[in-house]
Protein backbone atom coordinates (compact mmCIF):
# COMPACT_ATOMS: atom_id res chain seq x y z
CA UNK A 1 0.00 0.00 0.00
CA UNK A 2 1.18 3.28 -1.21
CA UNK A 3 1.69 6.06 2.07
CA UNK A 4 1.61 8.82 -0.97
CA UNK A 5 -1.48 11.32 -0.75
CA UNK A 6 -2.42 13.11 -3.36
CA UNK A 7 -5.77 15.02 -3.42
CA UNK A 8 -8.01 14.79 -6.47
CA UNK A 9 -8.30 18.51 -8.68
CA UNK A 10 -11.51 18.42 -7.71
CA UNK A 11 -10.97 18.18 -4.13
CA UNK A 12 -8.34 20.57 -3.75
CA UNK A 13 -10.59 23.15 -5.72
CA UNK A 14 -13.48 22.49 -2.66
CA UNK A 15 -11.06 23.58 -0.23
CA UNK A 16 -9.32 26.53 -2.02
CA UNK A 17 -13.43 27.64 -2.52
CA UNK A 18 -13.58 27.29 1.00
CA UNK A 19 -10.75 29.45 1.90
CA UNK A 20 -11.92 32.21 -0.51
CA UNK A 21 -15.51 32.43 1.25
CA UNK A 22 -13.72 32.64 4.59
CA UNK A 23 -11.89 35.60 3.14
CA UNK A 24 -8.43 33.86 3.66
CA UNK A 25 -7.07 35.16 -0.26
CA UNK A 26 -4.73 37.90 1.43
CA UNK A 27 -0.87 38.16 0.86
CA UNK A 28 1.71 36.53 2.68
CA UNK A 29 2.25 37.93 5.66
CA UNK A 30 6.17 37.19 4.96
CA UNK A 31 7.13 38.45 1.67
CA UNK A 32 3.92 39.93 0.38
CA UNK A 33 3.68 37.71 -2.44
CA UNK A 34 0.43 36.14 -3.45
CA UNK A 35 1.16 33.13 -5.26
CA UNK A 36 0.45 29.84 -2.61
CA UNK A 37 0.03 26.25 -2.83
CA UNK A 38 -2.08 23.71 -1.24
CA UNK A 39 -0.50 20.51 0.41
CA UNK A 40 -1.19 17.35 -1.09
CA UNK A 41 -2.57 15.97 2.53
CA UNK A 42 -4.20 16.68 6.17
CA UNK A 43 -1.81 17.37 9.06
CA UNK A 44 -2.71 16.31 12.47
CA UNK A 45 -1.85 18.78 15.36
CA UNK A 46 -1.49 16.89 18.16
CA UNK A 47 -3.75 18.53 20.90
CA UNK A 48 -2.03 17.83 24.74
CA UNK A 49 -4.13 18.04 27.74
CA UNK A 50 -1.37 19.47 29.91
CA UNK A 51 1.85 20.68 29.53
CA UNK A 52 3.25 19.16 32.60
CA UNK A 53 2.16 15.60 32.03
CA UNK A 54 3.53 13.07 29.41
CA UNK A 55 3.42 13.92 25.96
CA UNK A 56 0.05 12.16 24.73
CA UNK A 57 0.71 9.98 21.31
CA UNK A 58 -2.84 9.35 19.03
CA UNK A 59 -4.80 11.11 20.92
CA UNK A 60 -7.02 13.88 20.15
CA UNK A 61 -5.89 16.29 17.01
CA UNK A 62 -6.93 18.42 14.60
CA UNK A 63 -6.45 17.73 11.18
CA UNK A 64 -5.26 21.23 9.16
CA UNK A 65 -4.85 21.74 5.54
CA UNK A 66 -1.91 23.71 4.71
CA UNK A 67 -1.59 26.34 2.42
CA UNK A 68 2.35 27.38 1.63
CA UNK A 69 3.76 30.83 -0.22
CA UNK A 70 5.68 29.53 -3.23
CA UNK A 71 8.02 32.44 -3.01
CA UNK A 72 8.91 32.32 0.68
CA UNK A 73 7.86 28.52 1.98
CA UNK A 74 5.27 30.47 4.77
CA UNK A 75 3.26 27.71 5.39
CA UNK A 76 -0.65 28.41 7.10
CA UNK A 77 -2.71 26.20 8.64
CA UNK A 78 -6.39 25.82 8.70
CA UNK A 79 -8.30 24.17 10.57
CA UNK A 80 -10.67 22.00 8.28
CA UNK A 81 -13.11 21.05 10.41
CA UNK A 82 -14.04 24.85 10.45
CA UNK A 83 -13.13 25.95 7.08
CA UNK A 84 -14.90 23.16 5.54
CA UNK A 85 -17.09 20.53 7.73
CA UNK A 86 -18.49 18.62 4.59
CA UNK A 87 -15.39 18.14 3.03
CA UNK A 88 -13.79 16.39 6.52
CA UNK A 89 -16.31 13.71 6.67
CA UNK A 90 -15.80 13.19 2.80
CA UNK A 91 -12.14 12.79 3.30
CA UNK A 92 -10.44 12.90 -0.27
ZN1 LIG B 1 5.80 34.39 1.39
Known sequence: ???????SPEFKG????????AG????????????FGLADGFAN?????SITLPMVF???SIPVVLVFCTNCGFVAPHALGIL???DLRAGT
Open 1 to 7: MSTETKW
Open 14 to 21: RILAALTR
Open 24 to 35: AVTACPRCAKRD
Open 45 to 49: WGIQP
Open 58 to 60: GGA
Open 84 to 86: SPD
